[in-house]
């Protein structure tokens, strides 16, 4: 999501490797292109120049120590003013009050009943609470209906009344709600082109009706600065508690996410990063910093891994890592696990110097994957267990029961045995990386 603005920003920075110290002369260029990368990314204008300002004015200021670089001194005072920009310290989500009552807005196309979902999705799965979905977008055509799939799709429940009034919807729904024992109630709201009295009027009511824990304000990522505006005209009315970027995996240049809190002083929860419903992450400051300055976001990964891999299996998978015992039966189950995560090059975008190593532009073909699943399962335990027995015959065997070639089979031996030899010497902390 923030590639190109990081290419640039990571090119600004090389322009003083080397230097002996950090003067104004040779940051000169290095400001000139952050600054531009940060325009060029639709950063708004004013933020640029006082994050510019700020880098200069501390970067001139700096007693470089001996055994620091000046590159190394500079990257840590831009990654703190991005983490600044960003706003600091994450932002949790409402999740404590029994009930807790979650009310969405935004302009109609910016993904709010889809991100209902992602949201009954993560507080179920994250904290255990029973949701139940709310429609009251009653102008929009099928919305009534797409948000009912959605709660279908994940067997959450969906209040509605069809066309009836809003304010009348949400009051049932509370009630309803109480009687079925339901502890999280997210509000789906009507939308517009644009912001509208009419709209406003019927926000600010439900709001007054329910008293919600949360407003939050769904954004498109991709509408650039024209969502400061937006922003700041829905909190004149409703005081938002916070924003949600989604379409963060299209071709959006991330730069609103830079401007929002600095220009509107409200705290971005979350990120919409797919369009499935599970495609919802945590917005945490320090961690887009990082992968904006190509620092990875090992955090993250941990995290997700952390849903499908519980610590006992960790544990013993890093004992077989280490002795070398790491068999081809791990890795089907391990490359079934990965499917879970999600795609496997939004993973592989989160590794530490992805776009030194190129990872951030690959694209990995489901199919591909399926194939290797396909050799895999072709073999016997015995062999996924002791690949070494595998020879001619064998290999031939299991490339007819799979559908693929010898030659295929062979690659899938040879990179097994090289992955395996990484992961032992990273487990033993021998890995040098080029970064």
Same mark, same amino acid.
């Given at each position: ?52 300002? @700020? ?25 703190? +003013? ?81 066309? +009836? ?17 339901? @502890? ?16 406003? @009027? ?8 329910? @008293?919600? %824990?949360?407003?939050l304000l769904i954004i498109d ?6 969502a400061i505006n937006v922003i ?94 790491? %068999? ?11 499917? $879970? ?43 996924? $267990? ?50």
């Amino acid at each position: 999501m923030f590639e190109y603005m990081g290419d640039r920003l990571s090119k600004a920075i090389k322009n003083i490797k080397g230097m002996g110290r950090i003067t104004e002369d040779n940051i000169s260029d290095a400001i000139k292109e952050i600054r531009m990368a940060l325009l060029e990314a639709d950063v708004n204008y004013e933020v640029v120049k006082e994050f510019t300002k @700020n880098v200069k004015d501390k970067a001139l200021g700096l007693n470089v120590s001996k055994s620091l670089k000046p590159e190394e001194v500079f990257i840590k005072l831009v990654k703190d +003013e991005l983490i600044s920009l960003l706003g600091n310290d994450y932002e949790s989500l409402e999740v404590s009050k029994i009930p807790t009552i979650i009310m969405l807005a935004g302009l109609q196309g910016s993904g709010k009943t889809t991100t209902c979902g992602k949201i009954a999705n993560y507080v179920r799965k994250k904290h255990n609470k029973k949701p139940l979905l709310v429609a009251c977008d009653i102008y929009r055509p099928a919305a009534i209906n797409q948000l009912k799939e959605i709660g279908a799709s994940l067997n959450i429940p969906v209040f509605d009344k069809g066309k +009836e009034d809003p304010r009348i919807i949400v009051k049932e729904a509370i009630e309803y709600a109480k009687l079925n024992n339901l @502890n999280y109630i997210i509000i789906d709201t009507a939308g517009r082109l644009h912001i509208d009295e009419d709209l406003m @009027n019927e926000l600010k009511d439900i709001s007054e009706i329910v @008293n919600p %824990d949360e407003i939050l304000l769904i954004i498109d990522a991709m509408m650039g600065q024209d969502a400061i505006n937006v922003i700041n005209g829905f909190n004149d009315i409703l005081s938002l508690t916070g924003a949600i970027l989604t379409k963060m995996d299209g071709n959006t240049k991330g730069g609103v996410a830079l401007s929002v809190r600095h220009l509107t002083n409200v705290p971005i929860k979350f990120v919409g990063d797919s369009e499935k419903l599970d495609g919802l992450s945590e917005f945490y400051p320090e961690r887009m910093a990082e992968r904006i300055l190509d620092m990875g976001d090992i955090l993250s990964i941990a995290e997700k891994a952390s849903d499908i891999i519980d610590e006992a299996e960790a544990l013993d998978l890093s004992k077989k890592i280490k002795k070398g015992n790491y %068999d081809l039966e791990d890795f089907l189950t391990n490359m079934k696990q990965i499917k $879970k995560l999600g795609p496997l090059e939004n993973i592989l975008k989160m590794l530490p110097g992805a776009r030194n190593m190129g990872l951030n532009n690959i694209n990995i073909n489901p199919k591909d994957l399926a194939h290797v699943e396909a050799i895999i399962l072709s073999m016997t335990p015995y062999e996924r $267990k002791h690949p070494e027995v595998l020879k001619m015959t064998r290999k031939q065997r299991i490339a007819k029961g799979s559908g693929r070639s010898v030659e295929e089979v062979n690659r899938l031996l040879k990179q097994f045995d090289n992955m395996k030899d990484m992961m032992k010497k990273m487990a033993n902390g021998n890995m040098k990386f080029p970064f």
